[in-house]
């Protein structure tokens, strides 16, 4: 088993930034990929970045150049940093997990881009 849990939502404005923080806990050494996913209103969950156990990352292409994904192995932590949001990056943002053959995720944490 594993748990997730994000934080770090929020209201900012366009051209602001965020940190998301996702704590993981329980089986931890079994997790083989990472990664953050959204899901605006009307919309199907997308994989915004991914983080795999080489460190390697990929990204949807909106947001390439503006997100990162990272994570910190002491904290069991995983981060998203979003600089030059955008209205269209409003969604509910989940954290996920790929371990031991299931999928995981976080209840989410709310981003809202607005002026």
């Known amino acids: 088993q594993v748990q997730l849990v994000e934080s770090g939502g929020g209201l900012v404005q366009p051209g602001g930034s965020l940190r998301l923080s996702c704590a993981v806990s329980g089986s931890i050494f079994s997790i083989y990929f990472m990664g953050w996913y959204r899901q605006a209103p009307g919309k199907q969950r997308e994989l915004v970045a991914g983080?795999?156990?080489?460190?390697?990352?990929r990204y949807a292409d909106s947001a390439k150049g503006r997100f990162t994904i990272s994570r910190d192995n002491v904290k069991n932590t995983l981060y998203l940093q979003m600089n030059s949001l955008k209205p269209e990056d409003t969604a509910v943002y989940y954290c996920?997990?790929?371990?031991?053959?299931?999928?995981?995720w976080g209840k989410g944490t709310l981003v809202t881009v607005s002026s």
């Open positions: 996920h997990a790929g371990a031991g053959g299931i999928y995981y």
């Open positions: 983080i795999g156990n080489s460190d390697s990352t």
